[in-house]
């Protein structure tokens, strides 16, 4: 039985999570986040399903043991790859919550007629937007582009430098996001470029992200299942599998010096 004042678990493969936990913070100051960032095993969008899978596994259990309440996969490749295989095996212990389905229903939702889609290898791979888009039974008119090297780039903090620009260019200048009415940055990290992506197309395009319509999401099965925190038991908790300078640096931007983070070896 879980209760409210337990922490809301999150997890990434590294710094991308932390706009999404951002936004649970924003939309729900009373509760309290574990974080843990997969830093060892980042970028999870090259590796193969049966890895993903097996990291994630850990990850639940990690979480598990600082009984949290409710488990959000803030990472589209784990979402893709690994929900549906998590959910089947924890379904008895705890929920689980992905960052895809929201996203694409505030799309359908404002009525968009066409998104270019960028995400990691893993993730455009798996099809799964499309997939939901054909599911929802919309006519949503989706492009969608692997963009391997953006993840990468963020975790070592080379944001708004000569090679974001230069990888962002080479990326965006492909043919298919001309016509789109508006893009969705299809991985937890890639908010980090929200503004060079806009400049890249002079401010034209509506851009989505995952995390307002997933902090919806989390907000609304709180409140449906009475786990709403009441007031505020303590600060949030940073895990890491491996210390980075540049996680230390973005956790700090988004939550303040107060922060500490620890790092701890799950077993592989
Ligand atoms: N932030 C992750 C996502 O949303 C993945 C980045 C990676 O580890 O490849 O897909």
């Given at each position: ?5 337990q ?8 710094v ?8 649970i ?17 980042m ?5 193969s ?7 994630c ?43 895809i ?20 290898h ?6 799964i937007?499309?997939q ?5 039974g ?39 996001f ?29 851009i ?10 989390v ?5 449906e ?44």
């Amino acid at each position: 039985m879980k209760r409210p004042e337990q922490p809301i678990g999150i997890f990434d493969s590294g710094v991308g999570g932390l706009t999404v936990a951002q936004a649970i913070a924003e939309a729900l100051p009373n509760e309290r986040l574990v974080y843990f960032g997969d830093t060892v095993h980042m970028p999870y969008g090259e590796k193969s399903p049966e890895h993903i899978r097996a990291y994630c596994e850990q990850i639940v259990e990690f979480l598990l043991s600082k009984h949290v309440k409710l488990i959000v996969i803030a990472c589209n490749t784990a979402s893709a790859i690994a929900a549906s295989y998590l959910r089947s095996k924890y379904w008895q212990l705890v929920e689980i919550i992905g960052v895809i389905r929201p996203v694409i229903q505030q799309i359908i939702q404002d009525q968009i007629s066409s998104v270019g889609i960028l995400g990691t290898h893993a993730t455009i791979g798996s099809g799964i937007y499309p997939q939901l888009i054909q599911e929802y039974g919309s006519t949503l008119d989706a492009f969608q582009l692997a963009t391997p090297l953006l993840a990468p780039m963020i975790e070592e903090g080379l944001m708004d430098t000569e090679v974001s620009k230069a990888v962002l260019h080479q990326y965006l200048s492909h043919p298919g996001f001309t016509e789109c009415e508006a893009l969705l940055l299809a991985c937890t990290h890639y908010p980090l470029l929200r503004q060079e992506i806009s400049d890249f197309f002079s401010g034209t395009k509506r851009i989505y992200d995952n995390a307002a319509p997933l902090a919806n999401t989390v907000k609304k099965y709180l409140s449906e299942n009475n786990l709403l925190a009441e007031s505020r038991q303590g600060g949030n908790t940073f895990f890491v599998s491996e210390q980075t300078a540049h996680f230390e640096k973005t956790a700090r931007l988004f939550y303040g010096t107060q922060i500490t983070i620890q790092k701890i070896d799950l077993p592989s």
